[in-house]
């Protein structure tokens, strides 16, 4: 939006003709770049090697899947058996015609489940019966805010057998949940 409107203001200020005895100025001026200030210790957004425990946002009537417990290779779910083993598939990418669903969806990390049968037998309620095949992250720098954890994490998970093939629209009985994540001590 705030695109829209300054394309506007700059084309508002360009003159349609000039008036006889006008002439361009001789110098453009370049506005200096509005950048926010990098945090003074930036946060790495995404999992790490090493397991960490993430925090659901919501009560324990709708935290359906509980506390998280991820790494760039494993997730687990306090309310469910076993784990997950994880591998980098790719990042899902915006759906035209959807500015909210891509706001939210568009960016996220997505990770193939390799032991989706295996899950799925030791948890036979999960995605409504089928194996989760894609675990799905968005992470978003919380940073700025004082006294907050370093990042939020949106996951979901998908039962869908390509994960390309997702679309808003898209009906999947998996569900997800919204985490907070642990705050990490900065050395």
């Known amino acids: ?108 990390s997505v990770y193939r489940v390799t032991n989706a049968d295996q899950y799925l037998l030791e948890n036979p309620t999960i995605c409504g019966g089928k194996p989760p095949k894609f675990v799905v992250m968005k992470f978003t720098d919380l940073t700025d805010i004082q006294d907050s954890p370093p990042m939020a994490v949106a996951l979901w998970l998908s039962s869908e057998d390509n994960y390309a093939n997702y679309s808003p629209t898209t009906f999947d009985p998996c569900g997800g949940d919204t985490y907070k994540s642990p705050k990490i001590s900065r050395r």
Do not use: C, W
């Open 1 to 108: 939006m705030s695109a829209r409107i300054s394309r506007l203001f700059a084309a508002s200020m360009v003159p349609a003709s000039l008036a006889p005895g006008l002439e361009p100025p001789a110098e453009r001026l370049t506005p200096p770049p509005l950048e926010a200030p990098a945090p003074a210790n930036p946060v790495t957004l995404g999992l790490s090697a090493e397991t960490l425990t993430y925090t659901s946002t919501g009560n324990s009537l709708r935290s359906p899947l509980g506390s998280a417990h991820l790494s760039t290779t494993s997730a687990a779910f306090d309310q469910y058996k076993g784990s997950m083993s994880l591998e980098y598939a790719g990042v899902l990418s915006s759906y035209p015609g959807y500015r909210i669903a891509s706001e939210f969806l568009a960016g996220a």
